[in-house]
């Protein structure tokens, strides 16, 4: 199996397991007696392992090497897994939340991402890169969309096997820690193309490469801001308690969600090769934002499931064309680097707000994140068009008579 396959089958069963906490950690938090304020905890400390995960890699990924690296951090997510079925007391959660780095955003978007990225572009001409990502995001969102189905598997051992509430959530946390597990074994297949033979590039990144990533980095901390309000446990937290639907109702919701997000990056491609890579970026983000904002004031859950899917068909366009983007607009040695410090941005501040998100669902209104959420992320597409409408990537740039 080459190189990239292996990273696609990889990500895509750590998208399953992704896919499946994202929808059900809220939830199954609730089931043991767990307050929003103490599910915004929870959520943010996982989120905030992934985030030193994240640190690690971009500053000693290279140097460790690229497929241990992988290795490790799988095997840590599985045993994150384990322990989470065994720990009931909120400082214990947390503590395995953060270790394990727990995902509650619904989305994959850890460690692991930076070093598949920094990888991908090296197996593929530059006119191939943009599809290349394109698929290797089609293919982590149809496994969030099947994890988002796995979350259904409490109900059904409840209905089909008599199994208690809990132990029907053990058991679906068992799966997630066994699908990192198979993902870890994955890895070790990776040849050594994979590693970078060139030296740590984060003291020498280029003057150009330097300036890019300081912008876009400053733009994507407010953009990650906003998502952290907006990720998945919270979001299906949401409309559990909104609209009194029960967790399979809500796996089928994100089941399509995600199914949405796959084709959409099919199409982002399409777009981008037409209308750029920062254009695609924007002008499909802003109209998703404001749907979102509709979602709280739907009056049925059908008219919000709608509406929340309509907006999934949207959100994710700027995903293969963001990472594109930076891998493009950097030299290959500091693709490493440059993939790492843009994720730790975000997972910085995915990480964060979950604190504060848990806190405003309790003392101020259950909707008071998407709200806050979608409107940064409007400002984000106005700045981010604003700075790099004009900065394009090679294949973009008029050749020279």
Request: net charge positive; with cysteine; proline share 4%.
């Amino acid at each position: 199996m080459s190189d990239r396959l292996i990273l696609y089958a990889a990500a895509f069963l750590r998208a399953l397991a992704t896919g499946l906490m994202g929808v059900l950690l809220g939830i199954y938090l609730d089931k043991i007696a767990f307050t929003p304020a103490e599910i915004g905890l929870v959520i943010g400390s996982g989120l905030t392992g992934a985030a030193l995960s994240t640190l690690i890699v971009t500053f000693l990924g290279d140097r460790l090497g690229r497929r241990w690296s992988l290795l490790v951090i799988g095997v840590a997510s599985a045993a994150g897994g384990v322990a989470l079925i065994v720990t009931s007391s909120i400082t214990a959660v947390c503590v395995v939340a953060f270790i394990g780095m727990v995902n509650g955003m619904g989305r994959d978007r850890g460690a692991s991402l930076v070093l598949e990225q920094a990888i991908l572009p090296g197996t593929v001409t530059p006119e191939r890169r943009t599809r290349v990502f394109a698929w290797y995001n089609v293919l982590q969102d149809m496994g969030h969309a099947l994890g988002g189905v796995l979350a259904a598997m409490p109900v059904m051992l409840r209905e089909t096997a008599g199994a208690g509430v809990l132990a029907s959530f053990h058991a679906t946390v068992a799966v997630y820690a066994g699908l990192f597990l198979l993902s870890a074994l994955l890895y070790s297949g990776l040849s050594s193309a994979v590693e970078t033979h060139e030296p740590t590039a984060t003291a020498k990144l280029a003057p150009h490469s330097r300036r890019v990533l300081w912008k876009i980095s400053s733009l994507f901390a407010l953009d990650s801001l906003a998502g952290g309000f907006l990720g998945t446990a919270l979001l299906a937290y949401f409309f559990y308690q909104r609209f009194a639907v029960d967790e399979a109702t809500i796996a089928i919701l994100f089941f399509f969600a995600r199914v949405a997000n796959a084709a959409s990056h099919l199409g982002a491609a399409w777009l981008a090769a037409r209308f750029g890579l920062v254009n695609t970026m924007v002008f499909t983000h802003i109209p998703s934002s404001i749907l979102l904002m509709t979602v709280p004031f739907a009056p049925s859950f059908e008219v919000a499931a709608l509406l929340f899917l309509l907006r999934e068909g949207l959100v994710e366009m700027d995903v293969p064309t963001r990472q594109s983007y930076i891998m493009a607009m950097v030299r290959p040695e500091e693709r490493t680097f440059a993939s790492g410090i843009t994720h730790l941005v975000r997972m910085g501040g995915w990480a964060t707000a979950p604190f504060f998100a848990g806190f405003l669902m309790q003392g101020l209104a259950l909707a008071t994140p998407l709200l806050i959420g979608a409107g940064m992320k409007i400002v984000y597409d106005i700045a981010l068009y604003k700075a790099f409408r004009h900065l394009k990537p090679p294949e973009e740039q008029l050749p020279v008579r």
